[in-house]
């Protein structure tokens, strides 16, 4: 369900350019992500930015009285906040200005700030605490009580229960779901000692809703999943997202943070899709136990959640 509902939307779109005009009336990323939610996930694709009334700080409260809406409009300006790059402080306290009038708070809101006026160091760590606290939501949930946390070292018991889920019939999730890690190039969870409980259940999702590893398909899959389900935990995902691929805070071994995945070519109307996607399910599978779907046919699973087709021609490097 869409909080920001068809009677809202002109509304909301106004709000936004306003919370993005740090005095340049948004950045060409941040116009292009607002225009794809608006045509793609908001299918209103007869307003026009170029025209519209931004909508001030003193005007907004009026126009969405109910808290829900509220809420998320407050996470639709973070999104766009954050694709500013550099992060500015008048852009921060633009946003505040809103988010004040509409009297919301919130993660993404604190993260903001922090990153502005004190620096990446103390953003990571601000981050690193409230994704903490959300990822048993995240995790897969038969593993959750042995595996949310990264291994000490490999776990062979694991490892080999995850490999053979390959024997399981071709198209099935299970064997669809190490087919994944193979043409990824990936380790399984218990080869990998990085937080297998998480792992799993992320992949899985993976696999159902059809997105590859690009930066732009991993924001995708959280989009699709913040639309299935409006819950705290489920917006924290996107913003792992956006700090791993937008603002570059993320940092392992394995792994460097990029920025600035919203601009790249087809991005935001894939994000805008997935939003979509998700609103569109029957239920939401990624907080399902998988390991008890995967003798099922993938085609069957999605069935099973109302999952909308994949527009394909929306991935990176479609033809």
């Not at 808290?67 to 409009?73: D, S, Y």
Request: a negative charge.
């Amino acid at each position: 369900m869409r909080l920001i509902d068809d009677a809202h939307v002109e509304a909301a779109t106004r709000a936004l350019l306003g919370a993005i005009d740090a005095g340049d009336g948004g950045t060409d990323e941040q116009r292009g992500v607002l225009g794809a939610v608006v045509s793609g996930y908001w299918f209103r694709p007869d307003l026009d930015l170029a025209t519209l009334e931004p909508l001030e700080p003193a005007e907004v409260a009026a126009h969405f009285p109910e808290p829900q809406q509220r809420r998320r409009l407050r996470e639709f300006m973070v999104l766009l906040e954050i694709c500013r790059h550099p992060l500015t402080d008048a852009q921060v306290t633009r946003v505040d200005a809103y988010a004040d009038a509409l009297g919301e708070d919130g993660p993404g809101l604190r993260l903001a700030r922090t990153l502005v006026r004190d620096g990446t160091a103390r953003a990571l760590a601000d981050y690193t605490r409230f994704s903490d606290a959300a990822r048993v939501s995240w995790a897969e949930p038969s593993l959750v009580e042995q595996y949310l946390r990264v291994l000490d070292e490999p776990d062979p018991e694991l490892a080999a229960r995850l490999t053979a889920l390959h024997d399981l019939p071709e198209g099935t999730l299970g064997w669809e779901y190490v087919e994944f890690y193979r043409r990824q190039g990936l380790a399984l969870p218990g080869v990998d000692t990085y937080i297998p409980a998480f792992f799993v259940a992320h992949d899985m999702n993976h696999v159902i809703a059809g997105y590859g590893t690009t930066g732009q398909e991993e924001t995708a899959l959280s989009a699709m999943i913040l639309g299935m389900a409006d819950t705290d935990d489920h917006w924290v995902l996107l913003l792992t997202s956006m700090a791993a691929y937008e603002l570059a805070l993320s940092k392992t071994e394995s792994f460097v943070g990029k920025e600035g995945v919203l601009a790249r070519e087809g991005a935001a109307p894939l994000v805008a899709d997935a939003l979509r996607r998700g609103a569109a399910c029957t239920g939401d599978f990624s907080s399902t136990d998988h390991l008890a779907l995967v003798h099922l046919p993938v085609g069957d699973v999605r069935a099973q959640f109302g999952v909308p087709p994949l527009h394909t021609a929306l991935l990176p490097n479609a033809t």
